[in-house]
C-alpha cells in the first residue's frame, strides 16, 4: 500500500475551520446531506448502466446503508452507487470544485465578522459541499471507495485540520463508505432511533432504499418512493421544503414551488422550485442550469442542454418524462424534438407562475425580493428569447427617480408626463451614482420619470426590444432631450441665461480650442444645475456601454473612443461669465484654460479617467491662482 500526504485547497481549509469552531442550531442535517450525496452516485451508476450494463451487473439492486459501530464509535454512510478513483477525490474532497469560489470566501469573511454561524451553514449547502458538514460530528473522516468499472480502490482520511491522506487498497466493493468517527458528546448518532427520526424528516422522498444495517436484519428507513410522481394533496409543505434541500442541495427555503403534470401528445411531471436566495454560481459564464432529467424514474442527467432556457438557470427541481427513450445519449438528448417541446412548455408554465406573483399587489415586497435575485438573470430573455418578450416584459421591474421602490412598464406608463413621447432610462454601475448624473437635472426639473439600469445586460436588451406599448425607450445621456415638449416643471427666467448672442461667441472659441477632441459643443436642456456634461450623438454607442466593452477589451486596446458632445448650461453663472468675456473680447480672448477644464469636468463626473492628469492639476492650479489674486 501507498500513501500520499496532500494539502486542502485554501478554502476548503478555511470552510473546514468554520465547521469545526462554529455553533450550528441543527448538526442533524450531516446526515442528509452525505446521504443526498450517497443518492446521486447512485443515480449516475444507474445512468451509467444503461449503455455499460457491466458497470452494476455484480450488484444491481442500488441502495445506502448506515452502519453503526458503538464500540468504535463510528458511524458509516455507504452506497454502492458509482463510486470514486484518486482523482475524483482529490478533485470532489480537497477543492471546491465550483464557480464563484472568490465570492464564496468574501461571504465567509463577512459571516465570520459577524459570527452568524447560521449563514456559514447557509454557504456550506448553496455551494454545494456538504461533504465537510461531517465535520461537525466527526474529528476524523474516513473515505473508502472504488469507482465503477476499476478494480483499484482507495481510503480518503483526514482529521480536517489542513491535510488529508490518499492511499491504495486493494479488495473494496463497489461505491463509497464514509466513516465518521464520533466526537465526544455526538454519541446520539448511534442509535437507530434517532438516526430513523432524521432520515425520515429530510431524507424520506428518496428513490433509492435507505436501510440500517446490513444483510437480512437490515431495516428500511425511508418510503423510496419519488416524490414528484406523488399527488400534491398527499404532500406537506416540510416534504417539498426538504425535497428542494436534497435536490438543491440548499439549506434555504423554497420562494416558490411548482408542481404539475403535462398530458397530451408527450406526458412529463415537473417538481421545480424557485430559491429564495441567489446560488452563487448564477453568473456562471456557461449559464448552466441545475434541474435534474428523469426518463420513467431513471436519473439522467443534471446538465440536459436545451432542458431550460438560459434565463431560467435558478430553477432547481427535476423533469420525469415519459417519452422520452430511456437510453438517450447526452448527445441524442440536445437534438431531441420532444426535448424542445417540454422546454416550451415548463417555460409558458413557469413565466404565468411568474406572472401571477408579480400582479398580486398584495404581495409586492415578496415580489420584489425575487426580483433583487433573479432579475438580471431574467433580463437575459428579452434578448434571446422573442417568443416569449412581451411575458418576460410584463414581469421586469426597475429602480427609478420616482423613488426607492420598484415600477413595473405598464407603471411607468400610467405616470408618463403630457408630451412626453419616450420611456426615459439611464445606464450606470450603480443606483447612487446615477441619481447625481447631472443628465438627470432637467428631467428632474420637469417632473420626468427616468428608469436607472444598472445590470449590464440592459445595454443588450433595451436597444433589442426598442419599445413598449409603442413608446420608444430612450437614454438621456444621448441625443437631444426632448424636453421642451413636456409640460410641467419650472423654466429659468431667461434673464438668468447667457443671451443667445453671448453663448454663441462662447461656443464658437469652445469648438475651436476642443475640436480634436469632441464632436460638438451645445447648449443644453438638460442641466439646470451643473454647468457641463457630456453626451452621446443619437446614432453613436451609448457611454456606458462603450466603458463596459472597453473594460473587457473588446474594442480592442487601441481602439479609438467616439467622439462625444459637450452640452454647457447657458443659466450657469460660470458660463454666463465665461460667454460675456467671449462676447467682450471676441476670437482674441485666450479661453483653453477653460475649456479644457470644462471638459475635464465633464468626464470626471461621468467616471471617465482624465487623459493628462498634469495638465488639469497645472490648469486648476492657475485659476485657483488668478481667482484668488
Given amino acids: 500500500m501507498t500513501e500520499e500526504r496532500l494539502s486542502f485547497q485554501a478554502e476548503v481549509s478555511r470552510l473546514l475551520d468554520i465547521v469545526a469552531h462554529s455553533l450550528y442550531s441543527e448538526k442533524e442535517v450531516f446526515l442528509r446531506e452525505l446521504v443526498s450525496n450517497a443518492s446521486d452516485a447512485c443515480d449516475r451508476l444507474r445512468y451509467a448502466a444503461l449503455t455499460q450494463p457491466e458497470l452494476s451487473a455484480d450488484d444491481p439492486n442500488l441502495k445506502v446503508r448506515l452502519l453503526v459501530d458503538k464500540e468504535a464509535r463510528t458511524l458509516t454512510v455507504a452506497d454502492n452507487g458509482i463510486g470514486m478513483n484518486r482523482e475524483d477525490l482529490v478533485e470532489n474532497l480537497g477543492t471546491i470544485a465550483r464557480s464563484g469560489t472568490a465570492a464564496f470566501m468574501r461571504n465567509l469573511k463577512d459571516s465570520a465578522k459577524e459570527g452568524d454561524a447560521k449563514k456559514d451553514v447557509n454557504l456550506i449547502g448553496q455551494f454545494g459541499v456538504g461533504f465537510y458538514s461531517a465535520f461537525m460530528v466527526a474529528d476524523q473522516v474516513e473515505v473508502l471507495t472504488r469507482k465503477a468499472g476499476e478494480t483499484q480502490g482507495w481510503r480518503w482520511l483526514s482529521d480536517g485540520k489542513g491535510e488529508f491522506t490518499i492511499s491504495d487498497v486493494a ?37 433509492i432504499p435507505i436501510l440500517f444495517g446490513e444483510g437480512e436484519d437490515a431495516k428500511p428507513l425511508n418510503s423510496a418512493s419519488a416524490l414528484w410522481m406523488r399527488s400534491k394533496n398527499e404532500i406537506t409543505a416540510e416534504q417539498y421544503t426538504e425535497f428542494y434541500h436534497h435536490v438543491g442541495h440548499a439549506f434555504d427555503d423554497p420562494w416558490l414551488t411548482l408542481h404539475w403534470r403535462a398530458e397530451g401528445a408527450i406526458e412529463y411531471t415537473n417538481l421545480l422550485f424557485v430559491p429564495s436566495s441567489k446560488p452563487f454560481d448564477l453568473f456562471d459564464p456557461k449559464r448552466a442550469h441545475r434541474v435534474k432529467l428523469y426518463v420513467k424514474r431513471v436519473f439522467i442527467t443534471d446538465s440536459a442542454e436545451g432542458l431550460l432556457p438560459p434565463y431560467l438557470r435558478f430553477l432547481r427541481g427535476v423533469v420525469d418524462s415519459e417519452d422520452l427513450p430511456l437510453n438517450i445519449s447526452r448527445e441524442m438528448l440536445q437534438h431531441n424534438p420532444m426535448l424542445a417541446k417540454i422546454r416550451a412548455g415548463i417555460t409558458r408554465r413557469v413565466l404565468s407562475e411568474l406572472g401571477k406573483k408579480a400582479r398580486d399587489t398584495e404581495k409586492a415586497e415578496e415580489y420584489a425580493a425575487f426580483w433583487e435575485n433573479f432579475g438580471a438573470v431574467l433580463k437575459e430573455g428579452l434578448y434571446d428569447d422573442y417568443e416569449h418578450r412581451d411575458d418576460l416584459l410584463k414581469l421586469m421591474r426597475f429602480r427609478s427617480t420616482a423613488g426607492d421602490g420598484l415600477v413595473s412598464l405598464e407603471e411607468y406608463l400610467g405616470r408618463m408626463k403630457e408630451g412626453q413621447e419616450a420611456i426615459f432610462t439611464i445606464s450606470g454601475d450603480d443606483i447612487e451614482t446615477l441619481k447625481r448624473s447631472p443628465q438627470l437635472e432637467g428631467f428632474k426639473a420637469k417632473g420626468v420619470e427616468v428608469l436607472l439600469l444598472t445590470d449590464p445586460v440592459d445595454e443588450f436588451w433595451v436597444p433589442s426590444v426598442g419599445s413598449f406599448q409603442d413608446k420608444p425607450f430612450k437614454s438621456v445621456t444621448r441625443g437631444g432631450a426632448d424636453l421642451g415638449k413636456i409640460q410641467g416643471g419650472e423654466e429659468k427666467p431667461a434673464e438668468e441665461k447667457a443671451s443667445e448672442g453671448e453663448l454663441t461667441d462662447l461656443l464658437v472659441l469652445l469648438k475651436l480650442t476642443l475640436q480634436d477632441v469632441v464632436k460638438d459643443v451645445r447648449p443644453s436642456e438638460r442641466l439646470t444645475d451643473s454647468a457641463v456634461c457630456l453626451v452621446a450623438d443619437e446614432n453613436d454607442m451609448d457611454m456606458h456601454l462603450e466603458r463596459l466593452l472597453k473594460q473587457h477589451k473588446q474594442l480592442g486596446m487601441d481602439a479609438p473612443a467616439a467622439k462625444r458632445i459637450l452640452e454647457v448650461n447657458p443659466a450657469h453663472p460660470l458660463i454666463k461669465r465665461l460667454a460675456e468675456r467671449a462676447k467682450a473680447s471676441g476670437a482674441a480672448t485666450s479661453l483653453d484654460d477653460a475649456a479644457w477644464l470644462l471638459l475635464d469636468q465633464a468626464r470626471i463626473v461621468e467616471g471617465e479617467a482624465l487623459p493628462d492628469p498634469a495638465a488639469f492639476a497645472r490648469r486648476l492650479a492657475s485659476a485657483m491662482e488668478k481667482g484668488l489674486a
Avoid at 455526538?186 to 432520515?199: A, F, K, M, N, T
Fill in 171 to 207: 479488495d473494496l466493493p463497489r461505491g463509497t463508505q464514509i466513516k465518521l468517527h464520533l466526537r465526544e458528546g455526538d454519541d446520539e448518532y448511534l442509535e437507530e432511533h434517532r438516526l430513523s427520526g432524521i432520515v425520515r424528516k429530510y431524507s424520506d422522498h428518496i428513490a
